[in-house]
């Protein structure tokens, strides 16, 4: 194993003070947590929003914290659920009496763990609320989630909602967006190498030097097949036709594109993948309203990509487009 690293115990704990230390005036570690926080939390009049998960995704979760997104990040160990008693340090650090919105991923660890601390907060009076998001067209159930898997289309639940609840809207408006852009949002990736969690010390799965895994997830859980690897071309075929199918969009409709790298893809190779994805809506009529391309959901150093379809109206594409002053994602 090779990584620029201290201890392989240390890691998550190292990584949040270095991510604090390069962004002094938009971010703030709570003491004794792992908790990263607005600058300026809690916000007057503004519906809290919290997500978080295992390390080892970055920039998710840490990187969407800031103005026009959300007010706090939770971080697990490496691809390990965060404790409730952390979540719940999230909570109340951000509710300014409006209440508080979780975002989690379907992951079974996420899902307990974010609804414990969700209990334990309205325990103590706070008004909280969830939506889930499982963006995952791959494989239904996995070893990691019941029901569909949590992944990229999860940084356009935080932006959309982010920029909702920055217009000081209410509760109910803010989680009402938010299943808006879970009912709307597909995803599917696919890998060609392993990763590494630092404290194991070795890779998570195998894949042979002319092999490719389709549908795999952001842990390395299993996808839908293995096969030899092809071209980008062929690639983003498959991947798109998963989405598609899914999604049942028609010849006029817009999207918002992201394509995602999953740590140690070069941008080059996310730039062919974008051309093929924006070939093949091209030819089936459906507009391309924006694009992402880069690393916005990660899997340590896995080689690969996601493909992430949102079908946007007049409402998300504001939301869209409204500022964001976090450090991964500013507008």
Do not use: W
């Not at 935080?158 to 852009?181: C, D, F, L, P, R």
């Amino acid at each position: 194993m090779k990584k620029i690293i201290n201890d392989p115990n240390f890691v998550v704990k190292d990584m949040l003070e270095g991510f604090v230390a390069a962004y002094p005036n938009d971010v703030k570690l709570l003491p004794n947590t792992t908790v990263v926080v607005r600058e300026d939390a809690p916000v007057s009049n503004k519906v809290g929003l919290v997500s978080g998960g295992g390390s080892g995704h970055e920039p998710a979760h840490a990187g969407y914290v800031g103005k026009g997104m959300l007010d706090a990040a939770v971080a697990g160990e490496v691809f390990t659920s965060p404790t409730p008693d952390q979540v719940l340090e999230a909570i109340k650090a951000v509710d300014s009496g409006e209440g508080v919105l979780l975002i989690i991923k379907n992951y079974t660890g996420d899902v307990m763990n974010f609804e414990m601390a969700a209990e334990l907060a309205e325990a103590e009076g706070i008004n909280v609320q969830q939506v889930v998001v499982n963006d995952d067209v791959a494989v239904e159930d996995s070893s990691f989630t019941t029901g569909r898997r949590g992944i990229a289309g999860t940084v356009f639940v935080h932006k959309i909602v982010g920029a909702k609840a920055t217009q000081g809207a209410s509760m109910e408006e803010v989680k009402a967006v938010a299943e808006k852009v879970v009912a709307n949002v597909r995803s599917i990736g696919m890998a060609l190498t392993p990763c590494i969690v630092p404290a194991a010390g070795k890779p998570s799965f195998e894949l042979k030097d002319n092999e490719m895994e389709v549908g795999i997830g952001i842990h390395g859980e299993p996808g839908i097949k293995r096969t030899e690897v092809t071209t980008a071309h062929d690639i983003a075929t498959e991947l798109m036709e998963k989405v598609l199918d899914d999604m049942n969009l028609k010849s006029g409709d817009e999207v918002a594109v992201m394509i995602n790298g999953l740590g140690a893809t070069p941008e080059m190779e996310l730039y062919i993948v974008n051309k093929e994805v924006n070939n093949i809506l091209t030819e089936k009529g459906i507009k391309i309203y924006d694009t992402f391309v880069g690393e916005y959901m990660t899997s340590l150093e896995m080689a690969g990509c996601s493909v992430t379809l949102l079908k946007v109206d007049e409402e998300l594409k504001s939301l869209l487009d409204a500022e964001s002053k976090a450090p991964a994602f500013r507008r």
